[in-house]
């Protein structure tokens, strides 16, 4: 009686454990879920929005470990079920890692600025958004020549696009390409555009200056992206250029 009795008791460790994994994982979810949402709808600053993400991570780490523990306690008592569990746990929380795991390696290898432009002597200037940039912890103005020198280094892709079109039907592409995009476009103009893109998940306000200029039968198509807040934008408005720029040329063609 007192072996069955053991036994039983013994039992009771995998099942606990694997429900704390799993409660550990739903508040890890949760967590790094809300914390982009609750910072856009202004529940909470950046701040305590990005403790919201490092507490999920932290969660997800005790998820991993209880999860280990479980499945090396169901292999000792001989406990399949539980260990079904363990491994679902592990998956899940593997995929739920995934993506701040990849935002860090971008964040390791791009460089610390935010500002990016197709011409860095030349960068095309904001008028319509200027007011909203002043008003933003960012400058205005493009930074200059060492934000120059890292985003050639890091961005060698993001150059300006010439095309076989006059001014105006190049501009009636950019302006259908960034309603497509959902950009929230301030100024149109002859010579160019500019919008704000907001970021899906915190809600970050990046802004965006298209400068047209015409060459002979040709047109070149210059772009500035430039985010309102933090030093690094994780190489955003790098990608946010050369996916544009690809997308119009496509658009012409």
């Known amino acids: 009686m007192v072996g069955r009795r053991n036994q039983r008791h013994y039992s009771r460790w995998p099942k606990a454990f694997a429900w704390l994994s799993v409660l550990a994982l739903v508040a890890a979810a949760l967590l790094m879920a809300g914390a982009g949402p609750a910072y856009r709808w202004q529940w909470v600053g950046l701040g305590e929005a990005f403790n919201l993400l490092r507490n999920g991570v932290y969660a997800a780490t005790a998820a991993v470990a209880l999860s280990v523990l479980v499945l090396l306690i169901s292999a000792f008592t001989r406990r399949g079920g539980t260990a079904i569990v363990a491994i679902g746990v592990l998956m899940l929380t593997a995929a739920l890692l995934y993506m701040p795991w ?39 103005d493009y930074p200059g020549e060492a934000t120059a020198e890292q985003q050639q280094a890091a961005y060698p892709n993001v150059r300006p696009l010439v095309v076989d079109a006059p001014a105006a039907t190049v501009l009636a592409a950019v302006q259908a390409e960034v309603e497509a995009a959902g950009w929230n476009i301030a100024e149109i103009t002859p010579t160019g555009l500019e919008a704000t893109a907001v970021t899906r998940w915190f809600g970050f306000e ?43 040329r496509e658009r012409l063609e």
């Open 102 to 140: 990849q935002q860090w390696q971008r964040a390791q290898q791009a460089p610390v600025i935010h500002d990016i432009t197709t011409d860095t002597q030349n960068p095309p200037a904001f008028a319509a958004l200027r007011e909203a940039r002043e008003a933003a912890p960012n400058e205005v």
């Open 206 to 248: 990046d802004d965006v200056v298209i400068r047209l200029t015409e060459q002979g039968n040709r047109t070149r198509v210059d772009m500035r992206s430039a985010s309102r807040l933090g030093a690094s934008d994780v190489g955003t408005n790098a990608q946010r250029i050369e996916t544009f720029m690809s997308a119009l």
